[in-house]
Structures are given as C-alpha cells and as structure tokens.
C-alpha cells in the first residue's frame, strides 16, 4: 500500500514548492473581493434628487392638483379680459363666468365700482382686485336709473318666477348685484316668495323698482306630485294640473320664463326648466328646430307646439379668438376632442376670420359645424 501511494503521490521539492505557492494564490484571489471594497470603499451617492423626482413623478394627480397656484394681481381691464386671466386674479370660474356674461348680455364696466355689481364677487376678492382696474375704454358714466344713459341697455321685462330665476337673468331685469345677492341668500336660507308682494321683502330693493317688477311676477301654485312618480309623465296629464293662463299666439324662445313654456300643452314644469336650462347653455336657439332637441321632449309633443314658437333675438357668439378649452368646452354642441383640436389650431395658424377656416379642422364633423355657424363670433 505505501508504495502505491508513493508512486502516484510522490513530488520532488520543486514540485512541492509549487504547490503551496498555487495554493496561496488560489486563497488570495478568492478573498479578493471581500478585501477589496474594505480597502478602496466605492464613492458615494447622492440619491436624494432623483427619490424626490421619482416621487413627484408618482405621485397622484390629485395631490399635485391640490396646491393652487398663487394669485397673481396685475393691472387688467374687466371690459377686455379673457375667462382664464381673471382666474389669474385668484377669482372662482363661476365668478369670472359671471362678470363675461355680464359685460356682454348686460353692460360694459365704466368704474371700477361698478365690479360690485357682479353678485358672485365677494367683498374681500374686490377690495383685493379694486386697485388694479384699469377701464382703457372710456364710455358715458351711467346716469340715474328714472334716466337711462344713452346707449346703455335698458332694464328688460318679462315674466320671471323669483323662486327660481338665476342671478344673470335677475341681473337683466335691472337689479344691482348687491340685491341679487340679497335675494339669492334669501332664497338659499329657506326663503321662498308666495306673492308678488313678498318682493319688498329684500333689502336694498328700492321701493319703485319693486313696484315696477310686481306685474311680471309668476309664481306656480302646483300641487306636490306623488312620490315616485316620474317627471315626464306631467306631460300625460294624468295629475290635476295647475290653473295656467292661455296659451299665447307666439313664444318667444329666447326670452320666454319656464312659466310661460307651461302655457303650451303637453309642456310642464320639467319640460320647461329643461327647455330654459337648454337654451342657456346653447347662448339662445338660433331656430325652432333646436327645441326638439331638448332632452326627453317627444317629437310629437315639439310638433304640436312648434307653430306658435318664434325667435325673437340674436343668440349669444362665442369668442372662438379668445376663449380657452373649458370656454369652448362649456357649448353643448361641443366636445373636447372639438375644443381642444380648436386650441391647437388657433395656436399653430393664428386667429380665425371665418367659418370656412374652422372647417379646414378636419377632426370636427361637419354636422357639428353647420350646428354651431350662428354661435361664432371672430372678433
């Protein structure tokens, strides 16, 4: 046995060397990369600008759109001024609505006092954006309300529910905005108008001008409807209904009150909310078809009253120049795959001059721009 083992495990010094110095160098490279990093540690790494970008990065939509941008307060014309650069100014989008509205359908700013007329705008936003009004244009100063200036709209009249109507339309019969507020906090706080007299409930309503509007108060007396039952079915005229007066000879489509719309058979309350709030978002019906196209008014019920409704004023134009998306967005006939492809190419070709360069956007059917002909305004 030991000289088989002496045969096949037999070395002569040299070779014995040899093997022990392979072996310290087998152990060497395998502690290697553990001895290293103790003996050149690698730099460090500042990680914390890219976490926090990730982070940003990730993060919700909706905590990123929780921090509103600062109000910006800069010199502006409140006659001139387009709906997203009165946002700039810190005000709400129902108030820079409003004051559009207002210096369109009812009268240019001529004072910056005149702002307080706006019923939306509280008293500490206009203390705040007073300072800066800079009214470029320069019309005539109004004069008292028994002499209307010359070229100012006039107060108009028609029959209005005081329950219900909205502040710019209260705005139109000639109130201020101080008593549309007055009478829309009155409204929210419960109170509620039974008879025309109960106008002179309001304060800051001069005694004349509520006198003056009394003839053209309408307030419904309907009997509450049973539970469950729907609201299309008034149409049916299976509950009694309320005593309404003859229908008229004509409608005024564009400045009839939901009262009036009631006179009509086959229309009733819902029907004629539905109608007014329609209209409203169109900017007025540019014709009698556009009626029938209120929601869930039968054709049959429209044919029947289609001949005794006429358009009786211009509708409101949109700035197509000037407005932004949620502007554009804002008209029934309109989407915002329509209103964003208007952005883009107002942005890319400049200003449009007519109706034939919004149809060269091809994104638009043409169906819907035959629709909204009579609602541009290329001002």
């Known amino acids: 046995m030991k000289d088989w083992l002496k045969d096949y495990f ?19 490279f395998a502690l290697l990369p553990l001895v290293y990093p103790i003996i050149s540690p690698p730099p460090s790494a500042d990680f914390d600008g890219f976490e926090a970008e990730l982070e940003a ?37 129902k108030t820079a609505n409003t004051i559009v509205r207002f210096r369109e359908k009812v009268r240019s700013f001529r004072q910056p006092e005149d702002l307080q007329d706006i019923y939306t705008l509280s008293e500490e936003d206009y203390a705040r954006i007073a300072p800066y009004v800079r009214i470029l244009s320069h019309p005539p100063k109004p004069q008292p309300q028994s002499e209307p200036a010359v070229g100012a709209p006039a107060p108009q009249r028609f029959t209005f529910d005081p329950n219900t109507l909205p502040g710019d339309s209260l705005m139109l019969l ?29 304060y800051g309503l001069p005694s004349d001008q509520a006198e003056a509007l009394m003839p053209y108060v309408s307030i419904p007396k ?76 039968p054709d049959s019920t429209f044919q029947r009253i289609r001949p005794q409704l006429v358009v ?46 919004v149809a060269k956007i ?3 059917p043409a169906e819907v721009l035959k629709k909204m002909e009579p609602y541009w305004s290329f001002e």
Do not use: M
């Open 222 to 297: 309907s009997e509450p409807k049973p539970k469950g039952q729907a609201a299309d079915e008034e149409a049916q005229a299976a509950p009694p209904k309320p005593k309404v007066p003859t229908a008229p000879a004509a409608i005024r489509i564009n400045t009839a009150a939901p009262e009036d719309w009631q006179a009509l058979q086959g229309i009733g309350p819902t029907f004629a909310r539905r109608i007014c709030g329609f209209r409203d978002k169109l900017g007025g019906f540019a014709h009698v078809d556009q009626v029938g196209e209120t929601y869930g008014l």
């Open 174 to 202: 000639g109130l201020s905005g101080r008593t549309v507020r007055t009478l829309i906090n009155y409204r929210d706080k419960g109170g509620q108008f039974r008879q025309p007299e109960d106008l002179k409930k309001i």
């Open 10 to 28: 037999y070395y002569t010094k040299s070779e014995r060397n040899g093997a022990w110095i392979l072996a310290v160098l087998i152990f060497i």
């Open 57 to 93: 990065f990730l993060a919700p939509e909706e905590a990123l759109s929780t921090t509103a941008p600062e109000p910006a307060l800069f010199h502006f014309d409140p006659n001139t001024l387009p709906l997203d650069s009165l946002q700039l100014l810190g005000l709400s989008r």
């Open 312 to 357: 009786d004023r211009p509708v409101q134009r949109l700035r197509i120049n000037h407005l932004d998306a949620a502007g554009l967005k804002a008209h029934p006939y309109l989407t915002w795959k329509h209103a964003n492809a208007i952005i883009a190419y107002r942005g890319q070709h400049g200003a449009f001059t007519s109706a034939t360069e």
């Open 362 to 364: 091809r994104s638009i």
